[in-house]
T-cell receptor, first 112, second 115 residues
């Protein structure tokens, strides 16, 4: 069974730009969660999508958004990038919120 | 608001020795509790989770954790550490906050294993 895949793996952007990250969950998983990991703030929960709907969310500004498609693939978008958005963005998939989450390798974003 | 404290930033143990990583949480009701491991160059992996029921939870790789409501703790243990256990360990609490379910992570404990 293929694991969670994230594309791209590395990304360099400049301040003010926007970026879209992609996550393909494990086949059959309907829940996709996104996390941000930085040295300063640690691991933080961004949001969770289930059946194309944002079901849960953390405490991030509206610049961070996402969506989920009918095949459960998910995208995360960050608009008007700031230097502090430089981070490892992790995606995790599961059958549902309470079930075991499987993480992808992450997308490392550098904002210059 | 929910929060997690991992008081030990860095721990060093000898291979074969026992291990206990501490985790304290703050949450108004019965929380969901998790332990994750992150190895260099590898993604995050769930070791174990507690949702309800037996307070002693068995996980993968020989790890276990005990939920102690009276102490608001969920410490991770392993009787005999292997060199491959060197990694960073994160405790997390899940629950409702502001109408949403969310997960809050601790700052992590880096484990070094010496021969």
């Amino acid at each position: 069974k293929a694991g969670v895949t994230q594309t791209p793996r590395y990304l360099i952007k400049t301040r003010g730009q926007q970026v879209t990250l992609s996550c393909s969950p494990i086949s059959g998983h309907r829940s996709v969660s996104w996390y941000q990991q930085t040295p300063g703030q640690g691991l933080q929960f961004l949001f969770e999508y289930f059946s194309e709907t944002q079901r849960n969310k953390g405490n991030f500004p509206g610049r961070f958004s996402g969506r989920q498609f009918s095949n459960s693939r998910s995208e995360m978008n960050v608009s008007t990038l700031e230097l502090g958005d430089s981070a490892l963005y992790l995606c995790a998939s599961s059958m549902d919120w309470e079930e075991t989450q499987y993480f992808g390798p992450g997308t490392r974003l550098l904002v210059l | 608001a929910q929060s997690v404290t991992q008081p030990d930033i860095h721990i060093t143990v000898s291979e074969g020795a026992s291990l206990e990583l501490r985790c304290n949480y703050s949450y108004g009701a019965t929380p969901y509790l998790f332990w994750y491991v992150q190895s260099p160059g590898q993604g995050l992996q769930l070791l174990l989770k507690y949702f309800s029921g037996d307070t002693l939870v068995q996980g993968i790789k020989g790890f276990e954790a005990e939920f102690k409501r009276s102490q608001s703790s969920f410490n991770l243990r392993k009787p005999s550490v292997h060199w491959s256990d060197a990694a960073e360990y994160f405790c997390a609490v899940g629950g409702y906050s502001g109408g949403y379910q969310k997960v809050t992570f601790g700052t992590g404990t880096k484990l070094q294993v010496i021969p």
